[in-house]
T-cell receptor, first 111, second 113 residues
Framework: GENVEQHPSTLSVQEGDSAVIKCTYS??????FPWYKQELGKRPQLIID?????GEKKDQRIAVTLNKTAKHFSLHITETQPEDSAVYFC??????????FGAGTTVTVRA | NAGVTQTPKFQVLKTGQSMTLQCAQD?????MSWYRQDPGMGLRLIHY???????DQGEVPNGYNVSRSTTEDFPLRLLSAAPSQTSVYFC????????????FGQGTRLTVV
């Protein structure tokens, strides 16, 4: 199956700075890479996703990049705000249906 | 439109007891799945279903059973609860499973003593 590794496990940034989370995957057949945000005590919710035929995707302050050759993808959050504080999970699909998640990154935005 | 609904939200079980976690979705999604979330381990797939009558195992299926008699419902059964099954359980559904957004339920926090 797919093995997704995520770094760092914790990230503390000053409000207004950028945050970057990196993930690597093992299955070269994986072709869908979503990112989920989970606020404390809440359910995970999709914030952005990227498919293997695209190298980069942006949505306001959030962007994701994908390097299929190196089998890694990254989440970039610019101009961080207190409401960006949460746990972020990357994931990759394998066998078409199964999502394999990274261990998560706890992001803290300091005011 | 309620989305994905899980019950109960909290549960305490004694070792050896059995119980069923309920999951229902009203989005007519074909694909449903169960995950468990443990600190530092992300979300791990327990079982999944690609449609009514079809289920398959994920990464950590031991100790759990599922069935999918309707499109809407996907219950997870713990056969004989063990302390190692203490976790937060999430049900999720998506339109087709392949490369589509997964919608999660609100989670069930299960403690086995």
């Amino acid at each position: 199956g797919e093995n997704v590794e995520q770094h760092p496990s914790t990230l503390s940034v000053q409000e207004g700075d950028s945050a970057v989370i990196k993930c690597t995957y093992s299955d070269s057949a994986s072709n869908y890479f979503p990112w989920y945000k989970q606020e404390l005590g809440k359910r995970p919710q999709l914030i952005i996703d990227i498919r293997s035929n695209v190298g980069e995707k942006k949505d306001q302050r959030i962007a994701v990049t994908l390097n299929k050759t190196a089998k890694h993808f990254s989440l970039h959050i610019t101009e961080t705000q207190p409401e960006d504080s949460a746990v972020y999970f990357c994931a990759g699909t394998y066998n078409d249906y199964k999502l394999s998640f990274g261990a998560g990154t706890t992001v803290t935005v300091r005011a | 439109n309620a989305g994905v609904t899980q019950t109960p939200k909290f549960q305490v079980l004694k070792t050896g007891q059995s119980m069923t976690l309920q999951c229902a979705q009203d989005m007519n999604h074909e694909y449903m799945s169960w995950y468990r979330q443990d600190p530092g381990m992300g979300l791990r797939l327990i079982h999944y279903s690609v449609g009514a009558g079809i289920t398959d195992q994920g990464e950590v299926p031991n100790g759990y059973n599922v069935s999918r008699s309707t499109t809407e419902d996907f219950p997870l059964r713990l056969l004989s609860a063990a302390p190692s099954q203490t976790s937060v359980y999430f049900c999720a559904s998506s339109y087709s499973g392949k490369n589509t957004e997964a919608f999660f339920g609100q989670g069930t926090r299960l403690t086995v003593v």
